[in-house]
Structure formats: C-alpha cells, structure tokens
C-alpha cells in the first residue's frame, strides 16, 4: 500500500529495456495498492477472491519468464478515498492456500 510518495527519493536513473513502468499517475487523494502472485506459467491464472469495498481495481501487470516457466501478475488498484491518518507505506506478505480462488483473463496483447 502506497498512501504517499514522500518516503521516495525521485527516481533519476536512466531507464532500461528489463525496467518496467507504470503509466497510471499516482494521485496523493487515493494512494494506490499492489498485490504481487507469483506461480508457474499456465494457461489458466488464478489468484485469491477477494472483494475490497474500499478499492478501485486499475489493472494487471504481468511479467512472464518463458525460460524460467514463471508469471508474476502484478494487480493495481487505488483507494477510492484516502484515509488522512495514513501515511507512507505498508507492506502485507500473506501466503493462504486455503482462500477461494477466481480464474483472471490477461489483455490479448501479453498473453
């Protein structure tokens, strides 16, 4: 969870070929969130159900290794309204297997 941008030093370094960049502007009103799955390469993604009442979904980022036979899917969403009392940034590490799962459909173009 990014709630504000001012923990970060402005990024400066000339970008490369295997840097990846987010074209969705960060808006300071909302924060955003990220939720990172990392899995084998299949056909079929599945990620956990979860219904977030206070989050707006934006997109998926997946990267993919061929030659490694993995898939990180990168999910974005913004906070549909920012809570002032936080700042910064929160990091969550959840690993449950046992939580329903839904099947997600990739744009044409990544797949």
């Known amino acids: 969870m990014v709630y504000d941008l001012n923990h970060f030093k402005e990024f400066t370094k000339k970008a490369n070929p295997s840097d990846y960049h987010i074209n969705n502007v960060f808006d300071p009103s909302k924060g955003k969130v990220f939720e990172f799955y990392l899995a084998r ?4 993604i599945n990620i956990p159900k979860v219904n977030y009442e206070d989050l707006d979904w934006r997109l998926y980022h997946p990267f993919e290794s061929k030659e490694k036979n993995y898939r990180m899917l990168m999910i974005e969403y913004d ?3 920012l809570d002032p ?10 690993h449950d297997q046992e939580a ?3 099947s997600v459909k ?3 173009h990544i797949t």
């Not at 009392?85 to 959840?94: H, I, P, Y």
């Open 41 to 44: 390469l299949t056909k079929e």
């Open 79 to 81: 906070f549909k309204k």
């Open 85 to 94: 009392n936080k700042s910064g940034v929160s990091l969550f590490r959840q």
């Open 100 to 102: 329903e799962h839904l």
């Open 106 to 108: 990739l744009p044409k």
